[in-house]
DNA sequence: ACATGTGAACAACTTCACAGCG
DNA sequence: CGCTGTGAAGTTGTTCACATGT
């Protein structure tokens, strides 16, 4: 059944990923199957949300055992695009450039860092943890060659908006931006922000007023 | 008219950053006056959106002329709870804190790294851009001594668990976590979990369905 | 005329509650 | 009996539209 069933919330699509992780933590105890109250309880939603995200895609569960966790992390790596490899592109090595170039999280998940784009000189030609640095210029040519889907922007906020230009010239369909420049694009391109100044006031407002009602979070 | 108006939605809070970024942009190209309608364009939300989210908090804007930038300004700093510093601690020195301590983006809104925690013995004692480096066993010690506030985890997934409970031991309310480990805590603590594979998975999701709508990405 | 602030209308999301099935 | 899947109900969040004030 996973046909269209109208849009999926945005919320829904990053439960899935908890979803899994819950998953893989459970095969990893040697767990078989799993309830929707049990994969809720792990991450503090309802077992009603974790059913009508689930049920967004197809008829996973079997009534009165729940979730046979093998089959369901198949269904959801493959309903999250796992199935396929992505080569990422990072636009600035920095420091939190370096951090993703250096993080082991994403091959897992089937994320590959490919190419490092920098203007600086003397870092372009070399190689940082053994993938090549670019000059941006050379961006269209390579996510060309190198089919690169994603990019990974960690420029200077003073340089993010060219540099996102440059991306989308690229026609490269995915972006996830560090920088607190905002703009809004095409529909064929998909773009998320993560401010890191921005989460951190978040918590700073909701330390600073216990009384407040701390909804969501 | 800053009373209690019921529970602030926590979109509201992640917007009022966005706008008092927009706002410093703003005034740094010399704007006095900034509308609702202005500051929606440059972040692609509606001019009412704007209006209501600050009319959480007051009456901020003159009838026909739009926000006075500076006094704003000044409002939101107050509202996020930037008038004062904060304190904050580093768990773990990999990649991702070490990108941290090295971005300078945090000390303009307050929020000052005053000390790095590893159980690698050789960073131990050591500082790393000027911070020093603990044991976590300190961290009770230190927080107390240099009134740590807020606790970003970037350790590895396999001790994140231990970790976010020496923070919360610790009694430091406020916690921004970088570790797919995902626990429920006591109204008094405030946490913000970032997942950096799950935004890379939600991108992957949409890229894979252009069909599927993607609503408020 | 212009732009805010806000009740009312609308849209989206979550939870309830139960039918249906193993 | 237990647990899924799902319409219906309830709740929360967004947009509309206009009264109000400059």
Redesign the interface.
């Given at each position: 059944m996973a046909e269209?069933l109208?849009?999926?919330?945005?919320a829904t699509?990053?439960r899935?990923?908890?979803y899994?992780?819950t998953l893989e933590e459970a095969q990893s105890e040697n767990i078989e199957y799993i309830s929707s109250m049990k994969i809720g309880q792990?991450?503090?939603f309802t077992s009603a949300q974790v059913r009508k995200d689930l049920s967004c895609f197809g008829n996973f569960g079997q009534k009165g055992k729940g979730y046979y966790i093998p089959s369901l992390i198949k269904q959801l790596r493959s309903?999250?695009?796992?199935s396929?490899k992505?080569n990422?592109a990072i636009m600035g090595l920095?420091?939190?450039g370096?951090?993703?170039?250096?993080?082991k999280?994403?091959q897992?998940?089937g994320?590959n860092i490919v190419a490092i784009f920098d203007t600086d000189e003397n870092k372009i030609g070399t190689k940082y943890n053994g993938i090549p640095v670019h000059h941006p210029d050379d961006l269209k040519r390579i996510a060309k060659n190198k089919d690169i889907?994603?990019a990974v922007i960690t420029v200077p906020?003073s340089v993010a908006k060219a540099s996102i230009q440059r991306v989308i010239d690229a026609k490269i369909?995915?972006?996830?931006n560090f920088t607190?420049v905002?703009i809004?694009l095409d529909?064929?391109f998909?773009?998320?922000n993560?401010?890191?100044?921005?989460?951190?006031?978040?918590?700073?407002?909701?330390?600073?007023?216990?009384?407040?009602?701390?909804?969501?979070?």
């Open positions: 269209y109208g849009p999926t919330p945005i699509v990053t899935l990923s908890i899994l992780r792990r991450n503090g309903i999250l695009g796992l396929q992505w990422i920095g420091h939190l370096q951090a993703f170039v250096g993080y999280g994403f897992k998940s994320f889907q994603i906020s369909k995915g972006i996830l607190d905002r809004s529909n064929e998909v773009m998320k993560v401010n890191l100044v921005g989460e951190l006031e978040t918590i700073a407002f909701y330390i600073t007023r216990p009384d407040w009602q701390c909804r969501g979070i």
